[in-house]
């Protein structure tokens, strides 16, 4: 069974930065599409970013262009989100997803497996 395991969430002062980490398991990295998803308290989970299987393509959420970085490392089977200029309205818990079809992708229904998830909370 695929395993994805998130590390690198906290709590840190809006305008900080935070990188999160997700090591993926049991499966061959290179082969599937990588995103990163959040949830905060009530409400539903929402797509933040996507890479394809080589890094050529990207892709973000509005809310998230221009501060957040998506970027993986296929030799060590790990998916990165660099987060800059961090707002209260960032805080959330975020997972990783992995898919091992489509391109890049953002819904996620696409993704058949997820973390359990690291919380990242912005105080103002």
């Known amino acids: 069974q695929v395993q994805l395991d998130e590390s690198g969430g906290g709590l840190v002062q809006a305008g900080d930065s935070l990188r999160l980490s997700c090591i993926a398991s049991?499966?061959?990295?290179?082969?599937?599409?990588m995103g990163w998803f959040r949830q905060a308290p009530g409400k539903g989970r929402d797509f933040v970013a996507t890479i394809n299987r080589s890094s050529s393509i990207t892709y973000y959420a509005d809310s998230v262009k221009g501060r957040f970085t998506i970027s993986r490392d296929n030799a060590k089977n790990t998916v990165y989100l660099q987060m800059n200029s961090l707002k209260p309205g960032d805080t959330a818990v975020y997972y990783c997803?992995?898919?091992?079809?489509?391109?890049?992708?953002?819904?996620?229904?696409?993704?058949?497996?997820w973390g359990q998830g690291t919380q990242v909370t912005v105080s103002s």
């Open positions: 049991r499966l061959t990295f290179s082969n599937y599409v």
């Open positions: 997803a992995a898919a091992r079809y489509g391109s890049y992708n953002v819904k996620g229904d696409d993704y058949p497996y």
